[in-house]
């Protein structure tokens, strides 16, 4: 059979009741579920090194630079899924010269750049600009020259403009935090703002998907830290470990009952979409939506974090656990992303039945691209720590 038919037939097949013809194939596939979940990583890790920064949370300096230059790295590929997923991909770059304020996606792009080139690449030069310096006065060859160009020019290491160094940069990660909340806040307003659609429209999505992306970056920064500490042959502090456990424990409890809160109101309310909704968390959702997402994401990581803070092990027990938690929690707010994107489109406009999603292993909507654009921030942060290791930096004074 040629494979166009084969592939209209699968959907055809899991097609339940009566869905408009405009319905019998998702328009939203897996790269849509992969652009905020990368997203969401980006402003979770801010925030966590924000934490150090302006709340003077000290035991977390030994993250601080790592959970920037992770932001980076996942920041730079966050907009690569949604340029996958265009037909015409080329033509991306116009959304920037080509503005309109009725584009919720255009306004993003703008929202983006600004994160991206005025709050991460700034903060980071400025905590930077010390090392840069001094490594461009020691390093030969091509890489002598790499920092001088990192430098732009501003080779002046002296006391005073080192301390306005720092201040500027304080400014700028105070600027970042509600810059971070926008960010991702924004791609949570994208799905929300879809009045035509019952499982998305809530005036709570963009703060549910803000505070799973908190979580996921605070997860992502610790399995970070722990793994870059391994390959270094560097001892873990456990300080640090239960002080972010600590506040991945509260913002996940957070995020589980804004999740709660949601869900009791669309019971309350019990809308004409209500049985349709209804039959689909129970139905195709159930494994992604109640195992995946709520049992193994959330009740499971919460239940054990609480077990961590208030009993005590052995060393490598607890490091083998919060490193089991991390992996739990990012497969339970990737699961989030895929109910609301791929949850969104399995019911029908009419509540009178369901379409078919299969996801294909190759394509440019395929599960191999998607690995590929998961795959690529990990290689963009290795290089980044080697370009500028945080365990490398010079101190003020040296």
Known sequence: MDPTFQHLYDILAN????IFPNEIELQWGILIVIYPFI????????????????????ILKATYQLALLTALAFLIVAPMPLISHLSQPQRAY???????????MAIFGFVYLWYLMVVLLLEIWFDYRHSFVVWSNEKK?????VYRILTLGISDISPRVLKWDKKLGYIITIIGIPSAFILHGYVGFIFGSIKANPWWSTPLMPIIFLFSAMVSGIALVMLVYMVISYIRKQNIDINVLNTIGRYLFFVLLLDFTLEGLDQIQRIYEAEESFQILKLLVSGKLYLTLFVSQGLVGTLIP?????????TK?????????YFIICILVLIGVYSMRWNVVIGGQLFSKSFAGFTGFKLNLIGLDGTLMAIFWMVIPFAILAFLLWLLPPWKMVKEGE
């Open 313 to 321: 092990h052995k060393f490598k027990f607890q490091k083998a656990i």
């Open 141 to 145: 060859g091509v890489m002598k020259w």
């Open 15 to 18: 097609q339940q009741g009566y």
């Open 39 to 58: 997203t969401g990583l980006v402003a979770g890790a801010f925030i966590l090194a924000s934490l150090e920064r302006v709340f003077n949370v000290k």
């Open 302 to 310: 919460m239940i054990t974090l609480v077990f961590l803070q208030f």
């Open 94 to 104: 116009e959304i920037m010269i080509t503005p309109h304020s009725s584009s919720a």
